[in-house]
């Protein structure tokens, strides 16, 4: 006896689209750190900003806008804010005066340790393992690189 033949996907179903499970799955990620990003006082693109200076201050404007895939029109205002919030300076680069040096201040450091346990939580919240998650971080980074070379 020959078997059915499965139903044809519709392709254009919201349920179909790799392109929704990301976006919907980015919202409620973002969703889970809000609380968290709230005791710091930081949004969470702010947190982002402060991730790449936790991880090496004295940058140019520039290099932030290349570590987070973000132009500098997005990022001036996020920089400006941290600044008025007594985070970062935000001075002119000493060799070329066309270019913005962005240092932590002494709260901006200091900022680092309060936000030790986010990680941790969000690893938490997502019922995911440590491994799942470093797979799927890897995935998505070849996805994007794919995408960006296209």
Same mark, same amino acid.
């Given at each position: 006896?020959?078997?059915?033949?499965?139903?044809?996907?519709?392709?254009?179903? #919201?349920?179909?689209?790799?392109?929704? /499970? $990301?976006?919907?799955? %980015?919202?409620? *990620? =973002?969703?889970?750190? @809000?609380? +968290?990003?709230?005791?710091?006082?930081?949004?969470?693109?702010?947190?982002?900003?402060?991730?790449?200076?936790?991880?090496?201050?004295?940058? #140019?404007?520039?290099?932030?806008?290349? /570590? $987070?895939?973000?132009? %500098?029109?997005? *990022? =001036?205002?996020?920089? @400006?804010? +941290?600044?008025?919030?007594?985070?970062?300076?935000?001075?002119?680069?000493?060799?070329?005066?066309?270019?913005?040096?962005?240092?932590?201040?002494?709260?901006?450091?200091?900022?680092?340790?309060?936000?030790?346990?986010?990680?941790?939580?969000?690893?938490?919240?997502?019922?995911?393992?440590?491994?799942?998650?470093?797979?799927?971080?890897?995935?998505?980074?070849?996805?994007?690189?794919?995408?960006?070379?296209?």
């Amino acid at each position: 006896m020959k078997k059915p033949a499965d139903p044809p996907i519709n392709m254009l179903a #919201l349920e179909n689209q790799f392109c929704f /499970a $990301l976006y919907s799955s %980015s919202l409620a *990620l =973002t969703k889970a750190y @809000k609380p +968290l990003l709230e005791e710091l006082g930081l949004t969470y693109p702010q947190y982002l900003v402060m991730l790449v200076l936790w991880e090496q201050d004295k940058v #140019l404007v520039k290099e932030i806008g290349n /570590a $987070l895939f973000l132009d %500098s029109g997005t *990022l =001036t205002p996020l920089l @400006k804010r +941290l600044e008025a919030n007594g985070l970062l300076q935000r001075q002119r680069d000493d060799a070329d005066e066309r270019q913005v040096r962005i240092t932590l201040t002494t709260a901006g450091r200091e900022l680092r340790k309060a936000a030790m346990d986010i990680p941790q939580k969000i690893l938490c919240a997502s019922g995911q393992s440590k491994e799942t998650l470093i797979d799927l971080r890897t995935s998505l980074g070849a996805l994007r690189t794919e995408l960006l070379n296209t």
